[in-house]
Each structure stands twice: as structure tokens, then as C-alpha cells.
């Protein structure tokens, strides 16, 4: 009897032998976030100008209130943004320097970046599925570093929610 209340707080053998693999993965994951991050918002941009080829409304259910308008462009760029459309067609757009998201979009009248809802743009979901997941992992490594053992269903929680979380941005990723 004594040795089943045991089995709550020790770590068992497949604890062990995987926690470092789970470890690694999550470290390799929060390195292409952030690297993601940085080609984003810090590294240099390149600018290009592009034509708008057609747009896509997106609307709410039943009361078809416009949400936000999906683009494409010549030049075989996509991008989204919130509730307000791009009346000139002829468009100057910034990328980031290694994934290619867009990161700015101007016409000669008006700057259209506050508006930008796709990839890592703070008005997109991306930027906070992505911000949960970093959570998730700082929280992650806490637990799986400490010194204290933890039971295996805390295992089981991590790993399902961290990779539930994953096939999210990766879905959004490639989805906008």
C-alpha cells in the first residue's frame, strides 16, 4: 500500500527516459518561434511593389458583418486585413527577410500595416497562438527541470497540450 502512494510523486522509468527527448523538442520549437519573431520584427525587410489580383470577404454568421478582407497579389503574395478594404490596387509591400510574411502595406494614399491581421502582425491570432505556446513551454521546462517528481498524467498533460498548441500555429501558419 505504501509503495502505490509512492507511485504518485516519483517519476517512473518512461518519465525518465523521455523527459530529456520532450525537453529538446520543446527547446528546438521555442527556437524557430523566436526565430520567427525576429525575421518578423527586427531583421531588415525587402519592399516591393505588387498589384492587387482579387479579394476575399470574410463575415460573421448570421449577421454577414464583414470581418476582415483576404488578398492576393500578382506577384503571388497573401494577406489579411481587419474590417477595412484596400481601394487602390496598385500596393507597396514589405517582406521579412527569411519566411517572406508580409510585414507592411502601403498604397500612395494611405499605410495599411496598423490593419494587417495575417502571420505574426499583432492583429493576427498567429502572434498570440504563438505567445501561448512560449507560455506553455516556459511552464513546460519548469516542471520537467524541477527537482520535485511529478506523476505521469502531468506528463501525459504536457506533451498533449504543448503539441495540441503546435499543430495550431502550424496550422495557422500555413493557413494564412
Do not use: W
Amino acid at each position: 500500500m505504501a509503495n502505490q502512494s509512492n507511485s504518485y510523486s516519483v517519476e517512473n522509468e518512461f518519465i525518465v527516459k523521455n523527459k530529456n527527448v520532450i525537453i529538446y523538442l520543446f527547446g528546438v520549437v521555442t527556437f524557430f518561434i523566436l526565430i520567427a519573431f525576429i525575421d518578423y520584427y527586427v531583421l531588415p525587410v525587402s519592399k516591393t511593389t505588387d498589384l492587387i489580383t482579387h479579394y476575399s470577404v470574410q463575415t460573421t454568421g448570421k449577421s454577414k458583418e464583414k470581418v476582415s478582407y483576404h488578398y492576393f497579389t500578382q506577384k503571388g503574395f497573401t494577406f489579411s486585413t481587419t474590417k477595412e478594404y484596400i481601394e487602390d490596387s496598385d500596393i507597396e509591400i514589405e517582406t521579412s527577410l527569411l519566411f517572406k510574411s508580409i510585414t507592411d502595406v502601403k498604397s500612395k494614399t494611405r499605410n495599411y500595416t496598423n490593419l494587417l491581421s495575417s502571420s505574426l502582425s499583432i492583429n493576427g491570432i498567429l502572434f498570440y497562438f504563438c505567445l501561448v505556446l512560449l507560455f506553455s513551454i516556459a511552464i513546460s521546462l519548469k516542471i520537467l527541470l524541477s527537482e520535485k517528481g511529478f506523476s505521469e498524467n502531468t506528463f501525459y498533460n504536457i506533451i498533449c497540450f504543448n503539441s495540441f498548441m503546435i499543430f495550431i500555429c502550424l496550422y495557422m501558419t500555413c493557413l494564412f
